[in-house]
T-cell receptor
Framework: AQKVTQAQTEISVVEKEDVTLDCVYETRDTTYYLFWYKQPPSGELVFLIR??????QNEISGRYSWNFQKSTSSFNFTITASQVVDSAVYFC????????????FGQGTILTVHP | DSGVTQTPKHLITATGQRVTLRCSPR?????VYWYQQSLDQGLQFLIQYYNGEERAKGNILERFSAQQFPDLHSELNLSSLELGDSALYFCASSPGGRAPYEQYFGPGTRLTVT
């Protein structure tokens, strides 16, 4: 069975601090995909990144970066120089190749960035 | 704007009633997914349709049903509603196929059962 754990329920930082959101997953499949989504206070879910299990290269997109480590089953997300607009709930999700795209989400991490 | 539309945005109804939530996927997407978000259960997958056919089922109650129409829009029907069904219901779409593509989510329908 697939499972995603986001151990940090809430994180509070001051603007310009760097912050890392942790995500640990469990799966028996060798082929799977990992995702991060952002849910701002307005409520919609915004896609951030998709990664497959064969691509362990880290990715950077502006102030966002992702660190995928198969050895520790982790897919962590770092925001550099955080801004107030980064305040949101962040979800990590897993999809096994056999599940036709069904996403299994972690419980989410509430990030609050104070000015 | 994700390109996925959901109506209505809010719905308030009484226990025992039946409601229908509607979703239109992004242009060109063949797969539609339904998810429920509640405080106690988090984000849970309910059901997926691909080009009109049911593809995968999650923890969907028997009181709930869905379908995808030839024009690819989808409806989620919730009947004999209980207080515990109050939640945010999301629809998402993706191109479909075998590989799990990124899903684009609609704005959600907030259901309140009183």
């Amino acid at each position: 069975a697939q499972k995603v754990t986001q151990a940090q329920t809430e994180i509070s930082v001051v603007e310009k601090e760097d912050v890392t959101l942790d995500c640990v997953y469990e799966t028996r499949d060798t082929t799977y995909y990992l995702f991060w989504y952002k849910q701002p206070p307005s409520g919609e879910l915004v896609f951030l990144i998709r990664r497959n299990s064969f691509d362990e290269q880290n990715e950077i997109s502006g102030r966002y970066s992702w660190n995928f480590q198969k050895s520790t089953s982790s897919f962590n997300f770092t925001i550099t120089a955080s801004q107030v607009v980064d305040s949101a709930v962040y979800f990590c999700a897993l999809s096994e190749i056999a599940s036709y795209g069904k996403l299994t989400f972690g419980q989410g991490t509430i990030l609050t960035v104070h000015p | 704007d994700s390109g996925v539309t959901q109506t209505p945005k809010h719905l308030i109804t009484a226990t025992g009633q039946r409601v229908t939530l509607r979703c239109s996927p992004r242009s060109g997407d063949l797969s539609v997914y339904w998810y429920q978000q509640s405080l106690d259960q988090g984000l849970q997958f309910l059901i997926q349709y691909y080009n009109g056919e049911e593809r995968a089922k999650g923890n969907i109650l028997e009181r709930f049903s869905a379908q995808q129409f030839p024009d690819l829009h989808s409806e989620l029907n919730l009947s004999s509603l209980e207080l515990g069904d109050s939640a945010l219901y999301f629809c998402a779409s993706s191109p479909g196929g075998r590989a799990p593509y990124e899903q684009y989510f609609g704005p959600g329908t907030r259901l309140t059962v009183t």
